[in-house]
């Protein structure tokens, strides 16, 4: 799961399981109480639900973290700690960006 504080790691991971077992049921229900609708009607139903829900992911905003594409809740200075621990911690994908001690001569 992204964007989850550490603190409550459990907690969500409790409420995904819990919400995958319940979404079953859920999509159960629509097959069980159809009617006269063909199964295919059913599967579009739930297939726009997964499209809805997946559009409006990048919209999820957590507070003191930082957004999918933006984040209109930080200030600078939080956004500037944020970009700062990223840089920190990041990987070097060339050989230019990696430190003398660790690099491979060819």
């Known amino acids: 799961m992204p964007y989850v504080k550490p603190a409550a790691t459990g907690s969500v991971s409790g409420v995904v399981g819990a919400g995958g077992n319940i979404g079953a049921v859920c999509w159960g229900f629509i097959f069980l109480f159809r009617g006269s609708m063909p199964p295919q009607d059913c599967l579009m139903i739930i297939s726009f639900v997964v499209i809805f829900s997946a559009l409006i992911t990048?919209?999820?905003?957590?507070?003191?973290?930082?957004?999918?594409?933006?984040?209109?809740?930080?200030?600078?200075?939080?956004?500037?700690?944020?970009?700062?621990?990223?840089?920190?911690?990041?990987?070097?994908?060339?050989d230019q960006e990696a430190p003398a001690e660790i690099k491979v001569n060819a």
Request: glycine share 2%; charged share 20%.
């Open 58 to 94: 990048p919209f999820v905003f957590i507070k003191e973290q930082p957004g999918l594409f933006f984040s209109p809740h930080l200030t600078p200075e939080q956004r500037a700690s944020i970009d700062k621990a990223q840089k920190a911690t990041k990987v070097p994908t060339t």
